[in-house]
């Protein structure tokens, strides 16, 4: 079983759109999770980290289900520029960062 | 803003040649990371560095590859012979403290082309 699996899309939306993302993870001791946003050909920058409660900035809310091992982000309002890869990061008992493939999301007009 | 800084962007050499990448990481960062993508596919964990020596590695990180920060600013990436399947993106990236919220600070990578 991959340490870190996502769905990898492409998610083709309209503007305006809501779409979420999920991630499984397979180390059940893991300790942090992370969304980061990566554009084409270039390095991957942090969007959110992954709270238990679940946190929310803007139009982006993660949320975090410990016991199926299970992350998610939702984006509400889709923008044109919200194109991009979104990456699952989830660090384990010994804090490397393990990175999901990747969900494509391409929002069109 | 600081930021994580590779050189070269771009390095193209023929297989079986050394290459070296380069990468000064934020001043008062404590551990450092070497990824790699491959096109198309995921970030990969390399090897990661802390109180100058390497704290974790990967399977990838065989005996053709080695880091150093040789003067307390530069924090290298060698690979000594190099293969086809070495081309990549080779991302460098450095965190404040390990463990919790940390964010990870990526470069904007070196792209390596094997011949």
């Known amino acids: 079983r991959k340490e870190v699996e996502q769905d990898p899309g492409p998610f083709n939306v309209p503007e305006g759109a809501t779409v979420a993302f999920n991630c499984t993870y397979s180390?059940?001791?893991?300790?942090?999770f992370f969304w980061y946003r990566q554009d084409c050909r270039k390095e991957p920058k942090l969007l959110m980290s992954v709270y238990s409660s679940g946190n929310e900035d803007g139009r982006f809310t993660a949320q975090l289900n410990r016991a199926s091992q299970y992350i998610s982000l939702l984006i509400r309002d889709s923008k044109l520029s919200d194109s991009a890869t979104y990456l699952c990061?989830?660090?384990?008992?010994?804090?490397?960062?393990?990175f999901g493939r990747g969900t494509s999301l391409i929002v069109h007009p | 803003e600081p930021e994580v800084t590779q050189t070269p962007s771009h390095q193209v050499t023929q297989m079986g040649q050394e290459v070296i990448l380069r990468c000064v990481p934020i001043?008062?960062?404590?551990?450092f990371y070497w990824y790699r993508q491959i096109l198309g596919q995921k970030v990969e964990f390399l090897v990661s560095f802390y109180n100058n020596e390497i704290s974790e590695k990967s399977e990838i990180f065989d005996d053709q590859f080695s880091v150093e920060r040789p003067d307390g600013s530069n924090f290298t990436l060698k690979i000594r012979s190099t293969k086809l399947e070495d081309s990549a993106m080779y991302f460098c990236?450095?965190?404040?403290?390990?463990?919790?919220?940390?964010?990870?600070?990526f470069g904007e990578g070196s792209r390596l082309t094997v011949l």
């Open positions: 990236a450095s965190e404040r403290e390990q463990g919790g919220t940390g964010e990870l600070f």
């Open positions: 180390n059940s001791a893991s300790q942090s």
């Open positions: 990061v989830v660090k384990g008992g010994s804090y490397i960062p393990t």
């Open positions: 001043s008062n960062h404590l551990y």
